[in-house]
């Protein structure tokens, strides 16, 4: 079976605090894709990052950066130094290359307070 | 470059009724998806379709379908409306490779009484 795990359902942390924001996946499937969506109360789904199951190399963009372990099936965000615009629900999704379906967490929610 | 655009905004409909909800995808981009999104809860996928069929569906009932129009813009039609049927609806589009990432819009906030 499919599925996407994330065990946090809600983060506060103070402004300027570094925050990891985990993400458990599970599928027999040795060709996959995880993404990384952000949505702030907008509602619109703004996409992060996406990484196939061949490429564990860990990403830095800026403050963000992400640590892909397949021996684990994790896929880990963190923010460094948080800052209040980054307070939004975050999700994980799961793409297989079986039937691309997107496979999506239940979501995070960040608080970061000033 | 235009970004995905959806209408409603917020729609409010009884038990019973059908509902069509619209979707102008970003320019460029000829595969539109639809997803639900319970309150706190992750998207869940409806259907996909990639220059006018449909290419992939998720566990929803025949009540709910689409179409996909020529200049890629879609609809989402649910017939039979039930209060579980509440959600965001979320409209994304993409490039049309399985692996795009997807581009969404604001979604409609739909309420069954």
């Known amino acids: 079976a499919q599925k996407v795990t994330q065990a946090q359902t809600e983060i506060s942390v103070v402004e300027k605090e570094d925050v990891t924001l985990d993400c458990v996946y599970e599928t027999r499937d040795t060709t996959y894709y995880l993404f990384w969506y952000k949505q702030p109360p907008s509602g619109e789904l703004v996409f992060l990052i996406r990484?196939?199951?061949?490429d564990e190399q860990n990403e830095i963009s800026g403050r963000y950066s992400w640590n892909f372990q397949k021996s684990t099936s994790s896929f880990n965000f963190t923010i460094t130094a948080s800052q209040v615009v980054d307070s939004a629900v975050y999700f994980c999704a799961l793409l297989l290359d079986s039937n691309y379906q997107l496979i999506w967490g239940a979501g995070t929610k960040l608080i970061i307070k000033p | 470059e235009t970004g995905v655009t959806q209408s409603p905004t917020h729609l409010i409909k009884t038990r019973g009724q059908q509902v069509t909800l619209r979707c102008s995808s970003q320019s460029g981009h000829n595969t539109v998806s639809w997803y639900q999104q319970a309150l706190g809860q992750g998207p869940q996928f409806i259907f996909q379709?990639?220059?006018?069929?449909?290419?992939g569906r998720g566990n929803f009932p025949p009540r709910f379908s689409g179409l996909q129009f020529p200049n890629y813009s879609s609809e989402l039609n649910v017939n039979a409306l039930e209060l579980d049927d509440s959600a965001l609806y979320l409209c994304?589009?993409?490039?049309?490779?399985?692996?795009?990432?997807?581009?969404f819009g604001n979604g409609t906030r739909l309420t069954v009484t």
């Open positions: 990484r196939n199951s061949f």
């Open positions: 994304a589009s993409s490039l049309g490779l399985p692996t795009s990432p997807l581009h």
């Open positions: 379709y990639y220059r006018e069929e449909e290419n």
